[in-house]
């Protein structure tokens, strides 16, 4: 059975409005307009603002580290995969690949995210997973929303787009931000 993927790449890293002291790390699908939110640790979203910021700390952080190491011993991180979700905890193996041998490692969601961004590794996720856990946007063309679904308010979802607007200019990647912006400027004209 071979379940269909769907790539996935860091839209935004916020406070989390369900918990206090958490972060929501919010991905979005590659060439998609779903966006799945991911809530994680102070530390782990901190690295992971520091590796899309490109600031480059004085010593290695744990995830430099590793990624460090993975390298010196020749072994390439070939993809992340969210594979399952329980009770709103993701789960992720890491693919690694070290001459003609891959391993699969399980790993925290967000380790596996931070090593990602760090290795320029795709990140993917099972599409029935995606579309289960996706945020709700009010976009969507079924407006039988299921209860327990989650809704995005839309000043939240203009920050989202902005950021991810942001991060395509400075990526150079205009076709991406040229949707983007479309969306934004959709999004201000039905306020």
Same mark, same amino acid.
């Given at each position: 059975? &071979?379940?269909?993927?769907? !790539?996935?790449?860091?839209?935004?890293?916020?406070?989390?409005?369900?918990?206090?002291?958490?972060?929501? /790390?919010?991905? %979005?699908?590659? &060439? %998609?307009?779903?966006? $799945?939110?991911?809530?994680? %640790?102070?530390?782990?979203?901190?690295?992971?603002?520091?590796?899309? *910021?490109?600031?480059?700390?004085?010593?290695? =952080? +744990?995830?430099? @580290?590793?990624?460090?190491?993975?390298?010196?011993?020749?072994?390439?991180?070939?993809?992340?995969?969210?594979?399952?979700?329980?009770?709103?905890?993701?789960?992720?193996? =890491?693919?690694?690949?070290?001459? !003609? +041998?891959?391993?699969?490692?399980?790993?925290? +969601?967000?380790?596996?995210?931070? $090593?990602? @961004?760090?290795?320029?590794?795709?990140?993917?996720?099972?599409? !029935?997973? /995606?579309?289960?856990?996706? =945020? *709700? +946007? %009010?976009?969507?063309?079924?407006? &039988?929303?299921?209860?327990?679904? *989650?809704? @995005?308010?839309? !000043?939240?979802? $203009?920050?989202?787009?902005?950021?991810? =607007?942001?991060?395509?200019?400075?990526?150079?990647?205009?076709?991406?931000?040229?949707?983007?912006?479309?969306?934004?400027?959709?999004? *201000?004209?039905?306020?």
């Amino acid at each position: 059975m &071979n379940k269909k993927k769907v !790539e996935l790449q860091v839209l935004n890293i916020s406070n989390s409005q369900a918990q206090v002291g958490a972060y929501a /790390l919010v991905l %979005g699908e590659v &060439n %998609g307009k779903r966006q $799945l939110p991911v809530i994680i %640790g102070a530390s782990e979203a901190q690295a992971m603002v520091i590796e899309l *910021k490109g600031i480059v700390p004085p010593r290695p =952080l +744990t995830h430099n @580290l590793f990624a460090s190491v993975l390298e010196v011993l020749g072994v390439q991180l070939m993809r992340v995969l969210i594979y399952k979700v329980d009770n709103g905890v993701f789960y992720s193996y =890491l693919y690694l690949k070290e001459d !003609e +041998t891959i391993l699969r490692v399980d790993a925290r +969601t967000s380790d596996a995210v931070a $090593l990602a @961004l760090r290795m320029n590794a795709p990140i993917f996720i099972y599409e !029935e997973i /995606l579309e289960a856990e996706r =945020l *709700k +946007t %009010g976009e969507s063309a079924d407006n &039988n929303q299921e209860p327990g679904q *989650k809704e @995005l308010p839309e !000043e939240d979802a $203009l920050e989202i787009l902005k950021a991810a =607007l942001q991060k395509a200019v400075e990526e150079e990647d205009y076709e991406r931000a040229a949707l983007l912006r479309d969306q934004i400027n959709q999004r *201000k004209n039905n306020l």
